[in-house]
């Protein structure tokens, strides 16, 4: 059996679409937007662990209402499980679940409780750094002339940088093992997007990062490393120019 199971998979749903009915209710099915970083931590945990699912993709501009049903918030991922529909919103408690559910599967959090506790206080740390700027670079996207809030950006990349650098040391993986963790999978659709913006904005990636943001350069080069990441997540040159073709429509280039 395929691990994705879905029969329209590049049907996107908007307001006014009829509610896809569930056609095995025990398949999980995810809740999504093809470029939302916090599904594609969903992904990437689904993926690594090989949990067959289906995938329902929403357009959060235009979302349908039974999305609201689903998560009052409107916003994705959302996990619907089981025959009673059962529901799971966050990205984190979402990975967190499924890696509990399915120990059978390959196992993503250490079973040493404090370690666990660890990962979870760096994804906290490291999310909050990038939530809290969030807002700065919804702006920058949409920036005519990036250069003048390039700073903003440079400032969210350095302190992610420095809180990376403590934690992974000269591991290939925050894990320190040959495969990532669970961790892994949560921090690394944010920094993917970040080092677009570093494409975006013009500068020099290969000049800049492994002067000024080391630890980020080497941890960006490694992940695409990984068989997971390279069956999710488009790859870096491929985000650039989605994200070209969204600005030039906006600017009229």
């Known amino acids: 059996m395929p691990i994705v199971a879905n029969d329209n998979p590049d049907k996107v749903y908007k307001k006014g679409d009829p509610f896809p009915a569930r ?14 970083r916090f599904c594609e931590r969903v992904r990437l945990v689904l993926a690594a662990k090989g949990i067959e699912h289906e995938v329902i993709n929403v357009k959060l501009k235009d979302k349908p209402e039974w999305l609201l049903d689903r998560n009052p918030s409107g916003k994705v991922p959302v996990l619907e499980i089981g025959p009673d529909s059962q529901i ?31 990962d979870r206080l760096f994804i906290e740390i490291f999310s909050e750094i990038f939530s ?18 390039w700073t903003d950006i440079m400032e969210v990349l350095t302190a992610l940088n420095k809180v990376l650098s403590q934690r992974r ?9 040959e495969q990532p963790c669970l961790a892994d999978y949560m921090v690394w659709p944010l920094i993917q997007g ?13 000049e800049l990062m492994p002067k000024w943001l080391p630890a980020l350069y080497d941890y960006w080069r490694q992940m695409p490393t990984d068989p997971t990441v390279q069956k999710v997540c488009q790859p870096h040159e491929a985000q650039v120019a989605v994200h070209r073709d969204m600005r030039s429509k906006i600017f009229k280039k």
């Not at 056609?23 to 939302?36: E, G, I, M, Q």
Request: charge should be negative.
């Open 23 to 36: 056609a095995d209710p025990n398949l999980l099915r995810l809740y999504n937007s093809p470029h939302c």
């Open 88 to 118: 799971l919103t966050e990205s984190l408690i979402i990975s967190e679940y499924l890696d509990e559910a399915y120990p059978d599967k390959q196992r993503l959090q250490p079973e040493d409780a404090f370690q666990r506790a660890t």
């Open 132 to 149: 809290a700027k969030e807002t700065v670079i919804k702006q920058f996207l949409v920036t005519e002339n990036m250069a003048d809030k």
């Open 169 to 177: 040391w000269i591991h290939k993986f925050i894990s320190g093992a």
């Open 194 to 206: 970040l080092v677009v913006l570093v494409d975006l904005a013009g500068q020099d990636r290969e």
